[in-house]
């Protein structure tokens, strides 16, 4: 019994500990209480103690980051896995690169992101086994190959894929190729895929083709935005475009801006991608969004306010990037109001309300008491 209390008295190792303790027991070198703070449920206290447990030695360490990288469900610990950001230690890196894997981890494509972050020799080498691994789940197989083969050393891993790996490898490999634009094999292969059956694959090299050729993809680009089948592609098409500086450029998506898109993500692209333009592109695609409103308007603000809408919020993007035109695009798009919705009716008397400083009162659908548009 005495025995017992003793050592009760000595195991001095909490089962809690906060951000403080963790420095303190930094200072004692006291890895034990350290490492509690991995197992903590704020990840911020987890990174920082992962952090202050790196900056030791010793068998302790290795096997506290071992145990705790992952909790008791086999779930991969965030913070713990940000905390080991930059480790160079091969012997610590292994710790991380077994539970990859596990099928419990939680976060699988997370995961292989923060276990590159990592600068131990044998990560580069992991995750280039890793894109053949059939115990990975294809999204991690397909992460992996994105960011290796953004290195050079790497970039044969993109190019020998064998053509029946899965669509979502090819696709990664693609994205990859997209950094390598010196790279004519790289080019021959991202216009190999442009006319792809799938549509990821699709998508990810229409990105790279424009990154490989910026002033020469727009040919391609437009006839994608325009008339693949595939949102994904359209979307792809559109957003390949973004901080566009060319006004040649622009010509495509005004026509797109001018037809029918049922896909809401794709005209949130566009929309975006429009008020991102630059430099002598900027006149144009603003008078883009500035002569679309109307059409927006009638087309997609039909069964709802627009704050439960997406893909139509233009009048908002026309003011914020151009606001000193936004008056005159406002007030000739509330004119042109014939066949426009209760809803896009109210949308832009509030609109012409908020650009020109007046207090009209709003026209309300039947059944509102009130409205106003917060975002």
């Not at 704020?42 to 071992?66: M, N």
């Amino acid at each position: 019994m005495l025995f017992s209390i003793l050592l009760a008295c000595f195991d001095s190792t909490p089962t809690t500990v906060t951000k403080e303790d963790v420095t303190q027991a930094f200072i004692k070198k006291n890895v034990s209480t350290i490492c509690v703070g991995l197992t903590m449920d704020e990840p911020e206290v987890q990174s920082f103690a992962t952090e202050k447990l790196r900056a030791l030695s010793g068998d302790d360490v290795v096997s506290c980051l071992c145990t705790n990288i992952v909790d008791a469900d086999g779930m991969l610990r965030e913070g713990v896995a940000m905390g080991l950001k930059g480790e160079t230690s091969n012997e610590r890196a292994e710790c991380f690169s077994k539970v990859l894997t596990s099928p419990n981890i939680g976060m699988p494509v997370r995961a292989v992101e923060l276990f590159s972050q990592l600068e131990a020799p044998m990560v580069r080498t992991h995750l280039s086994k890793m894109v053949g691994d059939s115990s990975a789940k294809v999204e991690q197989r397909a992460k992996a190959l994105e960011l290796i083969a953004r290195d050079e050393e790497y970039i044969d891993a993109a190019l020998t894929l064998p053509e029946d790996s899965d669509p979502l490898v090819i696709a990664a490999g693609l994205k990859a190729l997209g950094e390598h634009t010196k790279n004519k094999e790289g080019f021959r292969f991202i216009t190999k895929h442009l006319g792809h059956e799938n549509a990821n694959i699709r998508a990810a090299a229409i990105g790279s083709f424009k990154r490989h050729v910026p002033t020469r993809a727009d040919s391609t680009l437009c006839k994608a935005m325009l008339n693949d089948s595939e949102a994904i592609v359209r979307k792809a098409a559109v957003e390949a475009l973004y901080k566009i500086n060319r006004p040649d450029g622009v010509r495509c998506l005004r026509e797109l801006a001018m037809k029918e898109e049922s896909d809401a993500d794709v005209r949130e692209a566009l929309i975006k991608t429009l008020g991102s333009a630059m430099g002598d592109a900027k006149k144009p695609a603003y008078q883009a969004l500035c002569d679309a409103i109307p059409f927006f308007l009638k087309t997609y603000v039909k069964d709802d306010v627009i704050d439960k809408l997406k893909g139509v919020h233009i009048v908002k993007e026309h003011n914020r990037v151009d606001w000193e035109n936004s008056p005159k695009c406002v007030e000739r798009a509330y004119k042109a109001s014939t066949g426009y919705s209760c809803y896009a009716k109210m949308h832009i008397a509030l609109w012409r309300n908020l650009t020109t400083g007046q207090d009209k009162k709003t026209p309300l659908c039947p059944g509102m008491e009130e409205y106003s548009e917060l975002k």
